[in-house]
């Protein structure tokens, strides 16, 4: 199914955003590291969801999973954080508001009944892009199984 709704994706503008994402590492190229894993992202978002570094650093932590890397310094996080500065307000506000923008160039298929499943997908991948458009550095695009188990694992350290 993630096959499908990723095909039609692509179809209907999806590429628009994977391009741009594109254009925005070879603009951004020492940001090249963070924003690569987003140019798949932005291809085939369905199947996939972007769940914040933070979240995925407390799982991993909480599992034991953690190497040298993941508790280094709060220099790699204040980096992400001046980057994301950057990138919001150079080229993030951007893609943000195209996404929203083709997000509602999808309102005109509600008018067929065919086309509704079509529409609601679209609309869905359109704003879950807009969010991770607008600061990729804080957020990781991982398998939807994943992403499920990390956020119960942190609402059930919550409780």
Not at 63 to 88: C, F, M, Q
Request: net charge positive.
């Amino acid at each position: 199914m993630k096959t499908i709704g990723n095909v039609i994706w692509l179809v209907f503008g999806g590429w628009i955003v994977g391009l741009a994402y594109l254009a925005g590492t070879v603009i951004f190229f020492p940001l090249a590291w963070y924003l690569s894993p987003f140019i798949g992202y932005a291809f085939w978002p369905f199947g996939r969801r972007a769940v914040r570094l933070t979240r995925i650093n407390q799982y991993k932590a909480d599992k034991g999973l953690s190497d040298d890397l993941d508790n280094a310094p709060n220099a790699a996080t204040n980096l992400r954080g001046v980057l994301g500065i950057v990138w919001a307000l150079t080229f993030g506000w951007v893609m943000s508001l195209g996404c929203i923008v083709f997000a509602l160039f999808q309102i005109p298929l509600f008018a067929t009944l065919i086309l509704v499943p079509v529409a609601i997908a679209n609309m869905g991948g359109w704003l879950k892009l807009a969010k991770v458009s607008l600061n990729p550095f804080s957020y990781r695009p991982i398998d939807s199984h994943l992403a499920d188990e990390i956020e119960a694992h942190v609402a059930r350290g919550k409780l």
